[in-house]
């Protein structure tokens, strides 16, 4: 059984940071492309970070410098280092899986709330 688990959200002032988890199970997370995404209300889902297979990242412009996305591959789990964070920066974060040889396998957490508020 496929399960992805994240923790880590919770109320942050400006300027803070947060540190997001999901641990990983029922699949070979190493083969997997590992995202972050989020959703602010009343806002479409947005991309924010992607960690490849072989460790290359990419983000969204509007986290770049302050966003770290990074996995530990022993442990089946990656991470979402978030400093800096601003108010629009408040969404319901969630992870995503993805088999970058055959995207149909394509798995989603529960997704873990994040808001920036003083």
């Known amino acids: 059984q496929v399960q992805l688990v994240e923790s880590g959200g919770g109320l942050v002032q400006p300027g803070g940071s947060l540190r997001l988890s999901c641990a990983a199970s029922g699949f070979t997370f190493s083969s997997y492309a590992m995202s972050w995404y989020r959703q602010g209300a009343g806002k479409e889902r947005e991309l924010v970070a992607t960690i490849r297979v072989g460790g290359t990242t990419t983000y969204a412009e509007s986290v770049k410098g302050r966003f770290t996305i990074s996995r530990d591959n022993a442990k089946n789990t990656v991470y979402l280092q978030m400093n800096s964070l601003k108010p629009e920066d408040t969404a319901v974060y969630s992870c995503?899986?993805?088999?970058?040889?055959?995207?149909?396998?394509?798995?989603w957490g529960q997704g873990t709330q994040v808001t920036v508020s003083s």
């Open positions: 995503n899986a993805r088999n970058p040889y055959n995207p149909k396998y394509a798995y």
